[in-house]
C-alpha cells in the first residue's frame, strides 16, 4: 500500500478511536461543546406570553417563571417555519433558543403591531454540557439547577448572574449555560478541573449523538417543506387545547382523522456504505420514503438514518431491499430513538453494580467508595447504594463518615428501616451503647408501624377490590344487553375484553377483542388489548403475532402511546423466547 494511504488510513482510524471516546465520555461521564449558530432572542414587555401564544404552537399561557417548553411556528397549510424552545425568565420576559434566530425573529416581528413586546437577539455564547454527570459537573459551580427539561433557572459565577437551561441534545441529561464570551475560558477551567471528568465534544461524535437520540434538525432533517405533524414534533411541541394560531386547523385535522402520509422514523442499512441525504427511498419502483440524517452508530455498530416514510411503510422491524438513489440497499424501520438513555436511577444502579463487582475482584475499597458516592450524588433516594457505602467505610473504621451518611439517608426517606438499623451497628462498634439501643428501637418502631399500615392497606385495598368487582359486574350486564340488541358494537365489545382482562376472565375477553379487531381493524388499543390477553393465557406466540398487527395499525394512525407498548411488551416477549 502507498505510504500516503497507509497515512490516511491509519488518520481515519485515529479520528474513529477519538470519536468513539468523546462518545463514551458523553454516554458514561459529561462532555461539553459550543453549540455553533445557535442564539437565543429575547421577547420583553407585559404583552408576551399573549402575543406568543396567537403565534406558536405550544401553550405558552401555561408557563410559570422557570419553565419552559419545546414549540413551533407553522404557515396556514402547516408547514413548518421554524422550531425552537421558550423558556419563562421573569414575569416579563422570556427567552426563545433557536437554531434559526433570524427567521424567528423576522416572522414574529412581521405579525407583532401594537402589542408590548420587544425582539432581540441576545449576544451570548451557549455551552452544551450533556452526560449523566453532567449535573454533578455543574452543583460544584452553581447554587442551584434546572430541574425539568426546558426549565431555566438564574446562577451567579464570579459576579456575573449566568443563565442554566436544562436542554438534551444527545439522549442523555444535559444542560445550557448562557455565556458572555469573555467568561469561556475561566467556565471551561472550571468544569476541566471539576473531580469529575469533562471532556470537549467533537462535532463528528455530536452528529452521531444527536441521531442515535432521534433529534432532528431544521434545515437538515425538515424544512419549510414539512407540515410539523410529519416531523414527529407533534408529540413535544404542539397543545391541542390552547387557543387559535396559524395553522391549527390543519395540524388538528390530520390528529383527528389520522396520520400525515409520511412522517419521521428510523431506519438502519446494512453495509458500510451511507445512502445519500434526500435521497429517495423506492420499494417496487414505488417512492416510499426519502432519507435524511444518516451515520454509523457507535452504540449499534450499523449504520442508521432518520428517514420520512410512507404510512403503509411505517411498522418497526420491517426488513426491506430498497433503492436509495439507484444504488440497492437493505434497510429495516424501527421507532426514535435508536438509543434509549438511562434515568438517574437506572445509571445508579449500574454505578453500585459496578462498584460491588469491583469489590468482588480486589480488596482495594477506594474504587468502590469513590463510584458509589457518584451513585447517591445521581441519585440521593439510592437506600442500596447508601447502605453498600456504610458498609465499605465502616469497614475502614470510618466510623464517623458511615454515621453521617446514614442520618442523611434518614433525612432522605425517614421511613428507612435499614439506616436506623445500619446506625444502630456502628454505633454499637463505637461503644455508644444508649444512641445504638435508640436506633434500634426506631428500627423496630419503624417495622412495627409498617406493618400495620401494610395490613390497613391489604383491608382497605380488599374493601375497594369488592366495590370495584361490583361496578364492573354491573358494566358487563350493560354491555351484553347492548350486544344483544348490535352483536358488533365497538365500544361494549371493547369494554368486555377489558373487564375480563382486569378481573382475570382471560378466556371470555378473547370472542369480544377478535370481533373489534375483525370488524375495526384501524382500532390499534384493541390490539394491545388482545395481546395483553393472550400472554395471561401463556399464549406467547399468539401475542406477538397480535402485537406485529396492532403495531401496524397504530404506525399507520400515528397512535404513539399503543404503539410504544406493543413494540416493548413484543420485544420482552421474543427476548424471553427460548
Not at 425552537?84 to 422570556?94: A, C, I, Q
Not at 421507532?335 to 434509549?340: A, E, I
Not at 373487564?499 to 388499543?525: C, H, M, Q, W
Request: net charge negative; with cysteine.
Amino acid at each position: 500500500m502507498h505510504a500516503s494511504l497507509v497515512d490516511a488510513f491509519f488518520l481515519i482510524m485515529q479520528i474513529a478511536s477519538e470519536t468513539q471516546e468523546e462518545i463514551e465520555q458523553v454516554r458514561k461521564n459529561c462532555g461539553y461543546y459550543f453549540l455553533d449558530g445557535w442564539s437565543v432572542l429575547s421577547a420583553k414587555g407585559k404583552d408576551t406570553l399573549h402575543f406568543l401564544q396567537t403565534q406558536t404552537t405550544n401553550d405558552a399561557l401555561q408557563l410559570q417563571v422557570g419553565q419552559g417548553q419545546s414549540s413551533a411556528i407553522t404557515d396556514r397549510q402547516a408547514r413548518l417555519i421554524t422550531s425552537f424552545s421558550l423558556h419563562r425568565v421573569d414575569g416579563n420576559e422570556s427567552w426563545l433558543l433557536s437554531d434559526n434566530s433570524k427567521t424567528l425573529h423576522d416572522h414574529l416581528e412581521s405579525y407583532h403591531f401594537r402589542e408590548d413586546v420587544a425582539f432581540e437577539i441576545v449576544n451570548l455564547d451557549l455551552l452544551a454540557i450533556q452526560g449523566p454527570k453532567s449535573i454533578l459537573v455543574l452543583e460544584k459551580i452553581f447554587s442551584s439547577l434546572p430541574e425539568k427539561p426546558n426549565d431555566i433557572k438564574r446562577n451567579d459565577f464570579e459576579g456575573v448572574p449566568l443563565t442554566v437551561i436544562k436542554k438534551s441534545f444527545t439522549g442523555e441529561e444535559g444542560f445550557i449555560i448562557c455565556l458572555p464570551s469573555e467568561l469561556n475560558e475561566n467556565f471551561i477551567q472550571k468544569l476541566v478541573k471539576a473531580e469529575i471528568q469533562s471532556a470537549k465534544i467533537g462535532e463528528q461524535a455530536r452528529e452521531i449523538l444527536r441521531i442515535e437520540a432521534g433529534i432532528p434538525v431544521f434545515g437538515k432533517d425538515m424544512d419549510g417543506k414539512n407540515i410539523l405533524p410529519e416531523t414527529g414534533l407533534e408529540h413535544s411541541s404542539v397543545s391541542y387545547n390552547k387557543g387559535c394560531y396559524i395553522g391549527q386547523e390543519v395540524i388538528a385535522r390530520i390528529k383527528t382523522y389520522g396520520a400525515p402520509n409520511f412522517a419521521l422514523m428510523g431506519v438502519t442499512i446494512e453495509g458500510p456504505i451511507s445512502p445519500p441525504i434526500n435521497g429517495s427511498i423506492l420499494l417496487g419502483g414505488k417512492k416510499i420514503g426519502i432519507i435524511k440524517s444518516s451515520v454509523r452508530s457507535a452504540s449499534l455498530d450499523k449504520l442508521i438514518a432518520l428517514a420520512y416514510l410512507q404510512k403503509d411503510h411505517r411498522s418497526p422491524d420491517v426488513e426491506m431491499d430498497v433503492s436509495i438513489d439507484e444504488r440497492p440497499f437493505k434497510i429495516k424501520t424501527c421507532l426514535l430513538p435508536f438509543y434509549q438513555a438511562s434515568t438517574r436511577k437506572e445509571h445508579s444502579k449500574k454505578l453500585l453494580n459496578e462498584a460491588l463487582q469491583i469489590y468482588k475482584e480486589q480488596e482495594n475499597l477506594d474504587k468502590p467508595i469513590a463510584i458509589l458516592r457518584e451513585a447517591i450524588d445521581i441519585y440521593p433516594k439510592h437506600a442500596e447504594a447508601y447502605e453498600a457505602l456504610g458498609v465499605f467505610l465502616a469497614k475502614q473504621d470510618k466510623l464517623d463518615e458511615a454515621i453521617a451518611l446514614m442520618k442523611r439517608l434518614t433525612e432522605i426517606n425517614p421511613q428507612e428501616i435499614m439506616a436506623h438499623t445500619n446506625l444502630s451497628v456502628y454505633y454499637m462498634k463505637q461503644g455508644r451503647i444508649e444512641d445504638a439501643e435508640n436506633e434500634k428501637a426506631e428500627a423496630t418502631a419503624l417495622q412495627f408501624e409498617q406493618a400495620v399500615e401494610k395490613s390497613m392497606a391489604k383491608k382497605m385495598k380488599k374493601k375497594e377490590a369488592e366495590q370495584r368487582k361490583k361496578e364492573m359486574e354491573e358494566k358487563v350486564g350493560m354491555f351484553k344487553k347492548v350486544l344483544e340488541i348490535d352483536p358488533v358494537d365497538q365500544v361494549a365489545n371493547f369494554g368486555l375484553g377489558s373487564i375480563y382482562l382486569e378481573t382475570g376472565r382471560y378466556e371470555e375477553g378473547l370472542a369480544p377483542l377478535n370481533t373489534v379487531i375483525e370488524k375495526f381493524k384501524d382500532y390499534s388499543a384493541a390490539y394491545l388489548l388482545l395481546g395483553k390477553t393472550l400472554e395471561k393465557l401463556a399464549e406467547n406466540e399468539k401475542a406477538i403475532d397480535v402485537y406485529k398487527k396492532g403495531i401496524a395499525v397504530a404506525s399507520k394512525k400515528g397512535d404513539l402511546m399503543p404503539l410504544k407498548d406493543m413494540q416493548n411488551r413484543m420485544n420482552q416477549l421474543l427476548h424471553s423466547s427460548p
